[in-house]
């Protein structure tokens, strides 16, 4: 009698199947993470939002559906470029950076208020048919541009005139308008996001450095020459000296966090959405979710953040060349700098500042420009990882 062969488990390393959108486990990480901050998101805006909806005379889930399409048509944005191959971003990095640098300057301009109104002190969205917020288009354009020419001048960073200076002065053509919107947290933080790339690719410290110094003085007035911004300092370095004023939001944003204790206190059972934290379904949504979601729910969404980011960085690590490895660089770095600030802001550990908690916070300019950096993320993990090409 023939004995029977008896199954094994196949040897090697396990295979995901290639579903066209990337290859490895990295992009069906990228997914599932993405999903699961998305779902999270929504329930947390519902739960932040509905009050003040109700107290605009609107239906309680007015903020969640319009965040909802933008979550719909994010999606079709992020598996559009996540099905694009990534080196088609380098020929399209001049043409987004044009637009980009047109559309923050309408913003500023004197006679164009009637498509770019004034809200809330700040020009920072264009009303076109559409409303949409360039500043949030130009994190795109500062990453893909960056990249590129950084690859071109891989060889030039030993020289400051000829290496970063060039960069230095197309920034400041994205950067002053946005700065001038006023907007300075997304005016530094796209600076970081350059300055990042430039770094990675080879500029020397010593420039950086030199930077630094130029630089100071103009950081140093914009922080504590602009009467407004003065005041946030001096509320954020002791929140309760002036509780009802500058330092009204800090205060209860500490309040709020600290209301939700170790469990949270359940869905929809908070009580600071009652009017008492401003602008919480989008810069405090973090602390909405401290008090929903408690220590626990916290921790989550930070080991998610995490999780995705060491994912991106792995996906650069192992891209085929070096303008694939800056633009997943630049991208996961965009994703990790707004989650940091954000979560920084919220525990009042930065000054007040408008950036939004990614695939949160309420925006759909910033959800979509998000969920198009994870696609273009993917893109790059869709070349055969681990294969290196000669660099410059």
Request: proline share 6%; net charge positive.
């Given at each position: 009698?023939?004995?029977?062969?008896?199954?094994?488990?196949?040897?090697?390393?396990?295979?995901?199947?290639?579903?066209g959108?990337?290859?490895g486990?990295?992009?069906?990480?990228?997914?599932?993470?993405?999903?699961?901050?998305?779902?999270?998101g929504?329930?947390?805006?519902?739960?932040?939002?509905?009050?003040?909806?109700?107290?605009?005379e609107?239906?309680?889930?007015?903020?969640?559906?319009?965040?909802?399409?933008?979550?719909?048509?994010g999606?079709?944005?992020?598996?559009?470029?996540?099905c694009?191959?990534?080196?088609v971003w380098?020929?399209l990095?001049?043409?987004?950076?044009l637009?980009?640098i047109?559309?923050?300057?309408?913003?500023?301009?004197?006679?164009?208020?009637?498509?770019?109104?004034?809200?809330?002190?700040?020009?920072?969205?264009?009303?076109?048919?559409?409303?949409?917020?360039?500043?949030?288009?130009?994190?795109?354009?500062?990453?893909?541009?960056?990249a590129?020419?950084?690859v071109?001048?891989?060889?030039?960073?030993?020289?400051?005139?000829?290496?970063l200076?060039?960069?230095l002065?197309?920034?400041?053509?994205?950067v002053?308008?946005?700065?001038?919107?006023?907007?300075?947290?997304?005016?530094?933080?796209i600076?970081?996001?350059?300055?990042?790339?430039?770094?990675?690719?080879?500029?020397?410290?010593?420039h950086?450095?030199?930077?630094?110094?130029?630089?100071?003085?103009?950081v140093y007035?914009q922080?504590v020459?602009?009467g407004?911004r003065?005041?946030?300092?001096?509320?954020?370095?002791?929140?309760a000296?002036?509780?009802?004023?500058?330092?009204?939001?800090a205060?209860?944003?500490?309040?709020?966090?600290?209301?939700?204790?170790?469990?949270?206190?359940?869905?929809?059972?908070?009580?600071?959405k009652?009017?008492?934290?401003?602008?919480a379904?989008n810069?405090f949504?973090?602390?909405?979710?401290?008090?929903q979601w408690?220590?626990?729910?916290?921790?989550?969404?930070?080991?998610?953040?995490?999780a995705?980011?060491?994912?991106?960085f792995?996906?650069?690590?192992?891209?085929?060349?070096?303008?694939?490895?800056?633009?997943a660089?630049?991208?996961?770095s965009?994703?990790?700098?707004q989650?940091?600030?954000?979560?920084?802001?919220g525990?009042?550990?930065?000054?007040?500042t408008?950036?939004?908690?990614?695939?949160?916070?309420?925006?759909?300019s910033n959800?979509?420009?998000?969920?198009?950096?994870?696609?273009?993320?993917?893109?790059?993990?869709?070349?055969?990882?681990?294969v290196?090409?000669?660099?410059?």
């Open positions: 009698m023939t004995a029977r062969p008896v199954d094994i488990a196949p040897a090697g390393p396990v295979r995901f199947p290639d579903s959108l990337g290859r486990w990295e992009s069906s990480a990228v997914i599932v993470l993405t999903a699961f901050l998305l779902v999270f929504l329930v947390s805006l519902y739960n932040a939002s509905s009050i003040l909806a109700m107290e605009q609107l239906a309680d889930t007015y903020y969640v559906l319009r965040q909802g399409t933008g979550v719909v048509i999606v079709v944005v992020m598996f559009g470029c996540a694009l191959p990534y080196s380098s020929r990095s001049w043409p987004l950076l637009i980009s047109g559309s923050l300057v309408l913003l500023i301009l004197p006679w164009t208020e009637s498509i770019a109104p004034s809200i809330n002190g700040s020009r920072r969205w264009l009303r076109i048919g559409i409303t949409v917020q360039p500043s949030e288009f130009a994190k795109i354009a500062i990453v893909v541009w960056t590129g020419m950084a071109k001048k891989v060889s030039q960073f030993r020289s400051l005139r000829r290496g200076a060039p960069f002065v197309v920034w400041a053509l994205l002053l308008p946005i700065a001038l919107e006023p907007d300075f947290s997304t005016a530094l933080l600076s970081l996001l350059g300055l990042l790339i430039v770094f990675s690719a080879g500029a020397r410290i010593s950086f450095a030199f930077l630094g110094l130029l630089l100071a003085p103009i007035w922080l020459g602009v407004f003065a005041q946030r300092l001096l509320a954020w370095a002791n929140p000296s002036d509780p009802t004023g500058a330092g009204f939001q205060y209860q944003s500490l309040i709020t966090m600290g209301s939700g204790g170790i469990t949270g206190v359940g869905i929809g059972q908070g009580r600071q009652f009017g008492f934290l401003p602008e379904h810069d949504i973090f602390s909405m979710i401290g008090e408690g220590l626990i729910g916290v921790l989550i969404l930070l080991m998610m953040y995490v995705l980011v060491l994912v991106g792995r996906i650069a690590s192992r891209a085929p060349d070096l303008f694939g490895e800056l633009i660089l630049g991208f996961t965009l994703i990790a700098l989650a940091l600030l954000h979560m920084a802001v525990l009042s550990l930065l000054p007040t408008g950036l939004a908690l990614p695939l949160i916070s309420y925006g759909r959800l979509i420009v998000t969920l198009a950096s994870l696609g273009i993320l993917m893109s790059v993990a869709r070349v055969a990882p681990g290196k090409a000669a660099r410059a």
